[in-house]
């Protein structure tokens, strides 16, 4: 079965650190854009992270590149959101986006709720 799969959702404390991952199921990352968005309360969609494949370039959006890091096993088709230093505003429903910017295929995680607060 063709899917996309999260996990590492969770509630921290202010300051605490999850690691979301994207695991690819029945595909492989090959010629992707893996991308990852968060949807805050009452807000619009907003991206957070990228990663091409191949060449794992990444990109992490302003607002969050000194406490966001974006990796990834290519050999266990993940791609992991590391968040540090969270902050009650990071508090989102996190998305996992796949590309295949060859063939215009896209796949959906099924969402992942991070809940900062004291």
């Known amino acids: 079965q063709v899917q996309l799969v999260e996990s590492g959702g969770g509630s921290v404390r202010p300051g605490g650190s999850l690691r979301l991952a994207c695991t690819a199921s029945?595909?492989?990352?090959?010629?992707?854009?893996v991308t990852w968005y968060r949807r805050r309360p009452g807000e619009e969609r907003e991206l957070v992270a990228q990663?091409?494949?191949?060449?794992?370039?990444?990109n992490v959006h302003a607002r969050e590149n000194d406490r966001f890091t974006l990796f990834a096993d290519e050999a266990a088709s993940t791609v992991y959101l590391q968040m540090d230093n969270l902050e009650p505003g990071d508090t989102a429903t996190y998305l996992c986006?796949?590309?295949?910017?060859?063939?215009?295929?896209?796949?959906w995680g099924q969402g992942s709720q991070v809940t900062v607060a004291s």
């Open positions: 986006n796949s590309l295949d910017y060859l063939r215009s295929k896209a796949y």
């Open positions: 029945g595909f492989t990352f090959s010629d992707h854009y």
């Open positions: 990663i091409t494949f191949p060449g794992r370039n990444t």
